[in-house]
């Protein structure tokens, strides 16, 4: 087997003009026939080429809430999320086509396809033998009889030759399991067979769930990788490891639906996943969804993408395919694909944050921005729609965000649009301070600058202990996962002086719609 990152000067207060758009009224009811229903159904998108978009409206019974549930989902395996009063706990409901309502059931949709031995109709194995085969490549491994059991992953390996368990992933490794006749092997013990072409993905930063940037990281090469392998798109099936359903929203839904090349009339392949905890470090220790922990399942052909861990990269492989990327996403809500304007819009979209990260001085920084343009303000979260932050996208010029999860579209904004990134302290470690300028870098159009906080009185510690365990720490040294978790949790002081030669500096580049290269 083979393994072959001035002072300030002040307009008058009547002359500055902040538009506060919130989005469960403004561009939310632009939206709002497509992403609407109350019991549950699915509505016709005609801007979407007729797409069928399933929607629901939240919903309050008792001490629980049923979030709303729209846009693509796996073929016949369609939830919405039930979270209670004063509980972390969170259930699921499914949607029943037959009934057409909400059940607690989980349909058969929602649990993988297998195979008993000798498996389906006309199957044999890869090469006449149940051993594991992998073929490496710089950025993924594709692997043919890859086993699954009891929460671990194996390659079967016989003959002589010992071979060391590695990482596939951040998170997980490869046990090879070891035997002197692989055939002898299968006809001893129980399994089952999954069938046809697998992708397995690791979310990696799973203590993160909700940070949806970090999708970008291996969608973007997996995009790129389905493009020059002979592998079946859409996949047969999707397995992602650590992740709950509730973290599948509907904007990485939709970008799914894109990598895998889910065509518009389509739905996604299934999605495995496993069973849920309310614990992140116990979610990853869980068993898949609808597999017995007593069977071996023999996936018949997987696809690894490799992370940054393993030796890949975090972003598209060509410029091409990031543009394409970005331009197929437009196309699957009916939108027109992004395109030089020919003046950009002097509008500036600044993107709130309400949890930590948030701006301290908030009321100031929109002054400033307010002077440079018209200004908006914009908050995101589980409930909003893809569809309408598109929208938001395309009338963008400037987009302002502090890093988080907010910036994950900035890669989507129009050419020549501008992003001004405000970056916490100490935010070095591998690369993290450039995780969204590599991906808005790909499209070649984007402008992408950035402000950081370098000193301490510019840093508010939410915890604080961190501020005395970690405060006096220089960017060098904060390379720990305990130093960079405690930087994740605090708010920012932008100097408003600094903010505002940076955008005096570069802002004239934007307005007259000179090329990224040249600003």
Same mark, same amino acid.
């Given at each position: ?375 908006? /303000? @914009? ?6 729609? $893809?569809? +309408?932050?598109? *929208?938001?996208?395309?009338?963008? =010029?400037?987009? #302002? ?91 920012? /002081? @932008? ?6 030669? $940076?955008? +005096?500096?570069? *802002?004239?580049?934007?307005?007259? =719609?000179?090329? #990224?290269?040249?600003?």
């Amino acid at each position: 087997m083979a393994r072959s990152n001035k002072q300030p000067v002040w307009a008058p207060a009547w002359a500055l003009v902040i538009i506060l758009v919130i989005l469960n009224s403004h561009i939310a009811a632009i939206s709002a026939n497509i992403f609407s229903g109350r019991q549950g159904r699915a509505v016709t998108d005609g801007s979407a080429h007729g797409r069928r978009v399933f929607a629901s409206e939240l919903e309050r019974h008792g001490n629980s809430t049923y979030h709303p549930s729209f846009g693509l989902f796996p073929k016949g395996c369609r939830w919405r999320s039930v979270t209670h009063d004063n509980s972390s706990k969170v259930d699921y409901q499914f949607w029943d086509f037959s009934a057409e309502t909400w059940v607690d059931q989980r349909p058969a949709a929602c649990v993988p396809t297998t195979y008993p031995a000798p498996g389906p109709p006309g199957w044999r194995w890869h090469n006449n033998t149940p051993r594991t085969e992998v073929t490496c490549e710089t950025s993924h491994c594709v692997y043919t009889n890859m086993y699954y059991n009891n929460g671990r992953w194996y390659a079967l390996v016989d003959g002589e030759l010992f071979i060391p368990s590695w990482r596939f992933s951040r998170n997980q490794e490869v046990i090879p399991f070891h035997v002197k006749n692989a055939s002898d092997f299968a006809d001893s013990v129980q399994w089952r067979v999954v069938p046809g072409d697998t992708i397995l993905f690791d979310f990696i930063f799973f203590i993160h769930p909700t940070a949806i940037g970090h999708w970008w990281e291996m969608l973007g090469p997996l995009y790129s990788i389905l493009k020059t392998l002979h592998f079946k798109r859409p996949c047969d099936q999707f397995v992602l490891l650590h992740l709950g359903r509730q973290h599948l929203l509907e904007w990485v839904r939709a970008m799914m639906a894109v990598t895998l090349g889910v065509g518009l009339a389509e739905e996604l392949p299934p999605i495995i996943m496993q069973e849920e905890t309310d614990n992140a470090w116990n979610q990853i220790t869980q068993q898949l969804t609808g597999f017995s922990r007593d069977t071996w399942y023999v996936f018949e052909r997987v696809l690894i993408v490799k992370d940054l861990s393993t030796g890949g990269g975090r972003t598209f492989l060509t410029f091409d395919d990031a543009r394409e990327f970005r331009e197929h996403l437009y196309r699957q809500y009916g939108l027109p694909p992004p395109a030089p304007r020919p003046h950009i819009p002097r509008v500036i979209t600044f993107q709130r944050k309400r949890a930590n990260r948030r701006i301290i001085n908030e009321p100031e920084f929109l002054q400033l921005l307010a002077e440079f343009g018209e200004l908006k /303000v @914009v908050e995101y979260n589980s409930s909003s729609s $893809l569809y +309408e932050q598109l *929208l938001q996208m395309r009338q963008t =010029g400037v987009y #302002v965000s502090v890093h988080t999860s907010n910036l994950a579209n900035a890669p989507l904004l129009q050419p020549g649009s501008a992003v001004f990134e405000v970056i916490q302290r100490n935010w070095m470690w591998n690369g993290l301070d450039r995780s969204f300028r590599d991906q808005t870098h790909m499209m070649l159009d984007i402008h992408h600058f950035a402000w950081r906080a370098k000193h301490l009185n510019e840093t508010v510690y939410l915890n604080e202990r961190d501020l005395h365990k970690v405060g006096h720490w220089p960017a060098a040294q904060c390379g720990t996962e305990e130093c960079v978790e405690a930087h994740t949790n605090v708010d920012v /002081v @932008v100097d408003i002086p600094a903010f505002r030669e $940076l955008l +005096e500096d570069r *802002l004239p580049y934007v307005w007259r =719609g000179a090329s #990224v290269q040249e600003a």
